[in-house]
Every structure is written in C-alpha cells, then in structure tokens.
C-alpha cells in the first residue's frame, strides 16, 4: 500500500531558529500533499495544501512567510518553519493520496513530527 | 462546508467490554466518512471508511462503523475491546476526496 514517510520524527530547536520537514510518498507519486498542525488534545487543524510546481494553498488563519512550503517534486513536499518560537511547538503530520488507486485507499498519513522550540 | 462533531472526548471501557463512540457530521452534500486510529506520537492509520454502498463498514480488527444518513451519523462500535484498542480516534468527513475535516477526537482507555 501507498506509505508516506515523515521526517525528523522529532525535533527540539532554540527560538528563533528555522526548522524543515520533510514528507516523502515512497512509492507512489503525489501531485498534491497535505500539512497538518495538531495540538495536544485538539483534533487536526490542516495548514496548506502542497500543490507540486506550484505554490501551495493556505488555510485561512495560517501565516505563509512563516510555514514556507515547497513541492519541488512528486515525491516530496517540505514544511520550514522560519524563525520558531514556543508557540510553534506542536505536532505536524503529512499526507498525501496514490491517485492511481484511487479514493478507495483515502489518505495515507505520515508518523508526524513533534516539534518543540526552547 | 462540512463539520464533525465527536461528542465523547474521553471514553474508558474496561478490556472485553463493548465500546461506542459517536461521530456526527454536517454537510450540504453527499460525504465520504472516515476513522482514524492514532498511537502516541504517531500519524493517523485509516481504520474504515464508507464511500458508497452498504450502510455497515467493518476493518479487519474486528471494528465496524454504520453510516447513518438521517442523523448524520458514523458511530464506531466494538463488541469487545482488548488493551491494544488503547489510542486516540478522529472521524473526518470529505466531500470532494481532497480536503478532510476531523472530529476533535475521542481517547479510549481500555481498562484491564
């Protein structure tokens, strides 16, 4: 089946300081990616959808120049996030869909990566 | 736009008990529905889905969930839950196959 791999699965960075994410499809291509930010007890809150050659779409609410995004390839998609304070920590998981397979399969799902800005 | 709304955030069910946990959603249109199970610090794994067809889904751990149109429902049932049950579900509704929208989540806590 269709896997999406995430890393670092776990990331602690001084204030101030930038941080990449990474979200690979390992065996399939997707054009389209999502990002989500999820806080403890709270459901997922989705931040962009990466969009491959093309800039990607935020949701409303969601600072761009701070959550860059960029899917240079069909195969991966980044998430930075520039100049992280403490607030920023949080969970943040990836996904993406085979589109040769379908929406029978729904969403695979990267493992996330816990962030947490000292 | 479509909501979901997962009344119970909390749900502890002793270890061969049967569990529930209540799933609603809101929607203009026709929806896909579905839960996801998840482990601590882990992503989402897809448990079941309904896209069309029989109103009874099941997943192979023995979970099932019965879409229910006229009151907006996709209740997730186990007849016996066992220690591994233990994680966080979220149910998401999607009307396009692109953008899903997840409950806030319900942690069960399987008791031994």
């Known amino acids: 089946g269709a896997v999406v791999s995430q890393h670092p699965s776990r990331v602690i960075c001084k204030s101030g300081t930038s941080v990449k994410i990474e979200c690979r499809s390992l065996?399939?291509?997707?054009?389209?990616m999502f990002w989500y930010r999820q806080f403890p007890k709270k459901s997922l809150m989705l931040m962009a959808t990466?969009?491959?050659?093309?800039?990607?779409?935020?949701e409303q609410g969601v600072e761009k120049d701070k959550f860059l995004i960029n899917h240079a390839s069909l195969t991966l998609s980044t998430l930075t996030v520039t100049s992280a304070h403490p607030e920023d920590s949080s969970f943040y998981i990836c996904?993406?869909?085979?589109?040769?397979?379908?929406?029978?399969?729904?969403?695979?799902f990267g493992s996330g990566t816990r962030l947490t800005v000292v | 736009a479509q909501s979901v709304t997962q009344l119970d955030s909390q749900v502890p069910v002793f270890e061969e008990a049967p569990v529930e946990l209540r799933c609603n959603y809101s929607?203009?249109?026709?929806?896909?529905l579905f839960w996801y199970v998840q482990y601590p610090n882990q992503g989402l794994q897809l448990l079941l889905k309904?896209?069309?067809?029989?109103?009874l889904v099941e997943s192979i751990n023995g979970f099932e969930a019965e879409f229910n149109k006229s009151q907006t429902s996709f209740h997730l049932r186990k007849p016996s839950v066992h220690i591994s049950d233990t994680a966080e579900y979220f149910c998401?509704?999607?009307?396009?196959?692109?953008?899903?929208?997840f409950g806030t989540g319900t942690s069960l806590t399987v008791i031994p």
């Open positions: 996904s993406a869909r085979d589109p040769w397979t379908g929406f029978d399969y729904g969403y695979t």
């Open positions: 065996d399939f291509q997707a054009t389209t």
């Open positions: 990466s969009n491959e050659g093309s800039k990607a779409t935020y």
């Open positions: 929607s203009s249109v026709s929806v896909y």
């Open positions: 309904y896209l069309s067809g029989s109103t």
């Open positions: 998401a509704v999607s009307d396009t196959g692109n953008q899903f929208y």
